[in-house]
């Protein structure tokens, strides 16, 4: 106490307090959004790479602070300041016991288990009450600081700002900095000293709020104040939460789909996110409500354009996060416009935290109980359309009238099949829709209720009645499965990646493999080839549509992994492909991750082991580890090989194959069979494959023959369970 008291009256004359308070609020929310991409990265091995992990995740986070906004409601609004102080201090100390952040002993994924509930237990037992003491500080030391004296007391709301810059920092940090440079354990460590440091800055904050809490005003000097908010205001603060939050993970699933689930697809969205947060949380940002809607229908449209059309390139996602960004903008300017006075500060934060916690409940919960696809990404696009609408004024049932009217035109070009629409195309025949979208925007801009309607008619329609040729789509906690035909050929995608084909007419007989798996593709030519013995014993991970069971051969045993129940279901229908119950009718297919059946499976061994989990953009980098690699060779037979299909449209994962390879002393060969070498193979994919082995002799024909070439020298370093940066492989 004697050490703190000379810093606390100097801190009484306002020239150290606002650092203080800066510094620990700022260490606090680094801290914070720091383990949240550190923890989601050293849980992966354990439940597997799909973009629903992080979603899940983030409903984990977002609850909890819920439960920590509430603490510090209640404990600023009936607890003392010095008694506050040592309760939290009491908490962040047993928090201590879950340091090093570890995934707790004994913790097993089990496939017959809801993967949501699982996740949700496995976040809570891992990081729980240290994310739970962290997520109640923002509050909290805004509370305290009103009651300190220093400047700006009665207005503490710029030091959310702080806050948020703080998550900023921590998010991109951990992608761009400690990810490439360390691993995870290393990472953990770290994070485990600057929770300790942030002790003693919250036990300073604490005393300095207690020695100013006697100067605070008292009730009669404050009797005008602001009255609590109501329940309308309430809702209002949540629906402003609720938007941005949602609209984040519907971003964040749709990039994740294409680019995979790892830490930097994750924290660019969310570091957005908060970024909003910065830029309009303060009276003298520039960045007003009626600046922000001047380009929101600029934004709008292009996540109208996402609606009718996946992502594809990186340019495009660029742009798409452009948009989400000017959309959160937007609607958190609006929250910090409707903000009440300082003594209400914890109720608008607990209603902010529930607001967002809505949003990643809607996301990772309801919808994929209640819709077949990802429709919570067009209702959020329709909320946002309402943005733009400051108030809706004595005309608005007429004017939403007039925008369900005008939303017809606009579906014209996308429902009905005019032979000049066909014609142009799929994507822009969705730029010619946009277009209009912005024609109706730009004539009706004064009276914004016409096109915010015009727009959610528009995109819920679409998304309801907008896919044709659809057999089946579905979803399960791994996304969106879909089949559907085109050009006489049946064809299942998992997000936007195929996953297999068969051609409509093959009713009867042998079906013949399509896309990667054609008979004049490196895949069949592998599994085919007889080596010195012909392979006995086959694996393979990952299912897709069971294509590589037509060729098997009498006497062959072949095993298929696959951790979706739902790829099991519609590779094993005859209704929907045909490969599996004709070929190998008697295969059998492991439900779980690879990794965990694998290692139970001690006593099964295979000639042949293909790793086919990679075609996919999301990448599951937990299958391709060393300790992965390890794995897979300890379950080969004498003589086996690993093969590794390693197409994919953004990741060439030869380089870490490389390394493990050389790591492991083992050999290798890699090619790119090109789209000219498959001239006349109809319905053929080009792929790209990595064979690995004990000696040169077990490659078989990626050995002898020359079109296959030797892996390139590695330039990267090992990939570990702990340590994988994914950016290296990054085309």
Request: hydrophobic share 50%; with cysteine.
């Amino acid at each position: 106490m004697t050490i703190a008291t000379p810093i606390l009256k100097d801190a009484r004359s306002g020239r150290i307090i606002p650092i203080l308070f800066t510094a620990t609020i700022f260490t606090s929310a680094l801290l914070l959004f720091f383990v949240q991409p550190l923890f989601t990265r050293m849980v992966l091995p354990q439940i597997g790479g799909a973009p629903a992990v992080w979603t899940t995740a983030m409903l984990f986070f977002q609850t909890v602070l819920i439960g920590g906004y509430l603490y510090a409601h209640l404990m600023t609004r009936h607890v003392p300041v010095l008694a506050q102080v040592g309760v939290h201090t009491a908490l962040l100390l047993l928090a201590l016991l879950f340091l090093p952040l570890a995934v707790p002993q004994g913790w097993q994924y089990d496939p017959a288990r809801p993967v949501v509930t699982q996740t949700l237990w496995l976040y809570m037992l891992g990081v729980g009450l240290p994310f739970a003491v962290l997520s109640a500080n923002a509050p909290l030391i805004q509370s305290w600081y009103r009651k300190s004296g220093g400047p700006s007391a009665d207005d503490p709301y710029f030091l959310y700002a702080a806050s948020n810059l703080g998550s900023l920092v921590a998010l991109l940090a951990f992608p761009l900095v400690a990810e490439p440079l360390f691993g995870v354990k290393a990472i953990s460590g770290g994070w485990s000293i600057g929770f300790m440091a942030l002790g003693p800055l919250l036990l300073l904050s604490g005393l300095a709020a207690r020695k100013g809490a006697k100067t605070e005003p008292t009730a009669s000097a404050t009797a005008g104040a602001e009255t609590a908010p109501g329940l309308q205001r309430l809702a209002y603060w949540a629906f402003l939460a609720f938007i941005p939050s949602s609209l984040m993970l519907c971003v964040t699933s749709k990039i994740s789909t294409d680019l995979g689930s790892f830490p930097l697809v994750w924290v660019i969205p969310l570091a957005l996110y908060l970024l909003t947060f910065v830029l309009v949380f303060s009276t003298r940002s520039p960045l007003g409500a009626d600046r922000l809607r001047r380009v929101l229908p600029l934004a709008l449209a292009v996540l109208v354009f996402f609606s009718l059309r996946p992502t594809a390139t990186l340019s495009w996602i660029a742009l798409f996060l452009l948009a989400f960004f000017v959309a959160s903008l937007l609607a958190h300017r609006m929250l910090f416009d409707a903000r009440p006075d300082a003594r209400h500060l914890t109720v608008f934060y607990l209603t902010m935290s529930v607001g967002g916690a809505l949003g990643g409940l809607f996301n990772s919960i309801i919808a994929p109980l209640v819709f077949d696809r990802l429709l919570e990404y067009p209702i959020t696009v329709a909320l946002v359309a309402f943005l733009m609408v400051r108030r809706p004024g004595e005309r608005a049932p007429r004017d939403i009238a007039l925008g369900l009217a005008l939303s017809v035109p606009v579906l014209l070009p996308l429902l009905l099949t005019f032979p000049a629409l066909d014609q142009i195309g799929p994507v822009n025949r969705a730029l010619l829709t946009v277009a209009i979208l912005l024609a109706i925007l730009a004539v009706f801009r004064a009276r914004p209720v016409v096109p915010a309607t015009a727009t959610a008619a528009l995109v819920a329609i679409w998304a309801l009645f907008g896919t044709a040729n659809v057999l089946m789509i579905d979803r399960s906690f791994f996304g969106v499965h879909q089949i559907s035909v085109k050009a006489g050929v049946r064809e299942y995608r998992n997000g936007t990646t195929v996953h297999g084909a068969q051609l409509v007419s093959e009713t009867t007989g042998r079906p013949t493999p399509l896309t990667y798996y054609h008979p004049r593709g490196l895949m069949a030519e592998l599994v085919n080839d007889t080596r010195k013995t012909p392979a006995r014993t086959i694996g393979i991970i990952g299912l897709g549509t069971g294509a590589l069971s037509c060729y098997a051969k009498p006497g062959q045993d072949w095993h298929y992994y696959e951790i979706d129940p739902m790829v099991v279901d519609i590779a094993t229908n005859p209704q929907y492909f045909s490969f599996m119950s004709t070929c190998a009718p008697d295969a059998k297919i492991h439900v779980g991750d690879a990794r965990i059946v694998l290692q139970e499976q001690t006593d099964l061994k295979y000639d042949i082991l293909v790793i086919d989990a990679y075609s996919s953009d999301a990448i599951p980098v937990h299958l391709a580890t060393a300790e992965a690699i390890r794995l897979y060779l300890d379950r080969l037979n004498e003589g086996g090989i690993l093969v590794f299909h390693v197409s994919n449209r953004f990741y060439d994962l030869t380089q870490p194959l490389a390394v493990a390879a050389k790591e492991l002393g083992l050999v290798g060969r890699y090619r790119y069979q090109k789209t000219d070498e498959l001239e006349g193979a109809t319905g053929a994919y080009p792929s790209k494959v990595v064979t690995l082995a004990r000696t040169v002799e077990d490659l078989g024909v990626s050995a002898t023959d020359p079109a296959w070439g030797p892996l390139p020298e590695p330039t990267i370093k090992l990939w570990t369970d702990d340590y994988a940066n994914l950016l290296a492989a990054l085309r």
